[in-house]
């Protein structure tokens, strides 16, 4: 992700594919912060300075220029079931701006199985005619599951679980 955006070959939707509890909305998060601007620090490519302005703001969710698109609350304060479609209209909304801080404007959908039919589709707009310095990360737990038009629209990024040795490796 990190080599697309700096090496200018940025897709405008990755489709963040792999079991639950992989870490795809982690990454999805780590890359917002270089995304949106945050000073890469440390060893590996995503690495930020948890006091960056940018980093706190994202993990705020405060940042102008990112948009989380996930299952809210229901009338009653409890998380729904899926995401509704009138959610998912808002990321069309949040890209018909121009970027607040000049950079790039991304989107973090988590997770694409929690879409309903109609918020699947709501979001194709955005997939078929993606705005200028914006970037979509699409978190998919089945990508199976999801609809073929939004699936053809990414850049699937397939992750995996670490196998025994390389966690003892890492640990080690």
Same mark, same amino acid.
């Given at each position: ?11 405008? *939707?990755?489709? /963040?594919?792999?079991?639950?509890? =992989? ?6 998060? $780590?890359? %917002?912060? !270089? ?52 959610? *998912?209209?808002? /990321?069309?909304?949040?890209?018909? =701006? ?6 790039? $404007?991304? %989107?973090? !959908? ?60 890492a640990l080690g």
């Amino acid at each position: 992700l990190r080599d697309a955006l700096h090496g200018g070959r940025m897709h405008h *939707a990755w489709l /963040l594919a792999g079991a639950k509890g =992989l870490g795809k909305a982690t990454l999805a998060y $780590r890359f %917002a912060r !270089i995304a949106l601007g945050a000073k890469h620090t440390g060893p590996r490519p995503l690495d930020v300075d948890p006091e960056d302005q940018v980093a706190r703001r994202i993990a705020a969710q405060s940042h102008p220029d990112l948009f989380i698109l996930r299952r809210g609350l229901n009338d009653r304060g409890k998380p729904r079931r899926e995401i509704a479609v009138d959610d *998912a209209r808002e /990321l069309g909304q949040f890209f018909s =701006l121009a970027p607040s801080e000049g950079g790039m $404007r991304v %989107a973090i !959908i988590d997770a694409v199985d929690d879409l309903n039919r109609n918020a699947a589709n709501a979001i194709l707009k955005t997939l078929e005619e993606p705005p200028a310095h914006s970037v979509l990360l699409l978190v998919c737990h089945a990508p199976g599951a999801a609809l073929a038009t939004i699936r053809s629209r990414c850049r699937r990024l397939a992750l995996r679980a670490l196998g025994d040795d390389a966690v003892r490796a890492a640990l080690g």
